[in-house]
């Protein structure tokens, strides 16, 4: 597994990739009990960080369809 990077610092798509090297690696069973207990606390700072950018890109969108209704409504006289 690469060096831990700050999980504040990743992209969605960086974090979505690194989580899954966490869980394969997890998944082996190869890992000693410390080993998994870190594997497993970055995996959950992992999962946040994309709930994070999932959540800001729901927003983003939903904000965004206001915004487009709110211009139907003016256009249209209401």
């Known amino acids: 597994m690469p060096t831990p990077t700050d999980v504040a610092q990743l992209s969605y798509e960086q974090a979505r990739d690194e989580l899954v090297q966490v ?26 960080r994309c709930e994070e950018w999932l959540i800001g890109a729901k927003a983003r969108l939903d904000q965004a369809r206001a915004g487009g209704r709110a211009s139907e409504s003016d256009a249209s006289g209401a």
């Not at 869980?23 to 946040?48: H, I, N």
């Open 23 to 48: 869980v394969a690696e997890l998944e082996q069973g190869q890992t000693t009990l410390e080993q998994s207990l870190a594997l497993w606390e970055r995996g959950e700072a992992l999962a946040a």
